[in-house]
C-alpha cells in the first residue's frame, strides 16, 4: 500500500488555502500545468492555470465568508497520481446571506518536485440538495 499521508496533507492544505479566498494563495496548491481543470457550480469549465485563477477570483469577489465541512469518502494513490473524494457542505455568504449547500467533491493530484499538486478540482451540488433558487425562496 502506497503511503498516502503526504496527499491527505496536500488535501487538508487545499481546503484550508481555499477558505482563506485569496486566489493567489490558493493557486500555489494547484500544479503549473497548462493542463489543469477545474469544474465549478456557476462557473463551468475552467482550463489552464489563467482560467483556474480567474474562477477563483470570480468566487472570492462574490463571497464574504467560506467554510468547508468535508469529510474524506475515498483516497486513491497510484504511483504520482492520486485522487480524492468527499462530501459535506459549504458554507458561504454573500452580502447578507449565508446559504449552505450539500456538496461532492473530487480533487485530482500529482507529486511534482514541490510537492502534491491538484491537476483537477469538481464540486458539484449533492443529488438530493434543492437548488440554489428554491433555497433562497424557502
Request: charged share 20%.
Amino acid at each position: 500500500m502506497e503511503d498516502v499521508e503526504p496527499v491527505v496533507e496536500a488535501e487538508t492544505r487545499f481546503l484550508r488555502t481555499v477558505e482563506t479566498l485569496n486566489p493567489k494563495k490558493i493557486m500555489t496548491c494547484w500544479s503549473e500545468s497548462e493542463r489543469i481543470t477545474m469544474l465549478f457550480p456557476g462557473i463551468g469549465l475552467a482550463q489552464g492555470p489563467r482560467a483556474v485563477e480567474e474562477a477563483w477570483t470570480t468566487v472570492a469577489r462574490n463571497t464574504s465568508n467560506l467554510r468547508l465541512v468535508l469529510q474524506p469518502v475515498n483516497l486513491m494513490r497510484l504511483g504520482d497520481l492520486a485522487w480524492t473524494f468527499l462530501s459535506g457542505s459549504i458554507v458561504s455568504t454573500h452580502g447578507d446571506e449565508t446559504l449552505t449547500v450539500d456538496v461532492y467533491m473530487t480533487n485530482i493530484y500529482r507529486r511534482e518536485s514541490s510537492g502534491w499538486k491538484l491537476l483537477h478540482h469538481h464540486t458539484a451540488p449533492a443529488p438530493h440538495q434543492p437548488t440554489f433558487l428554491e433555497q433562497r425562496l424557502n
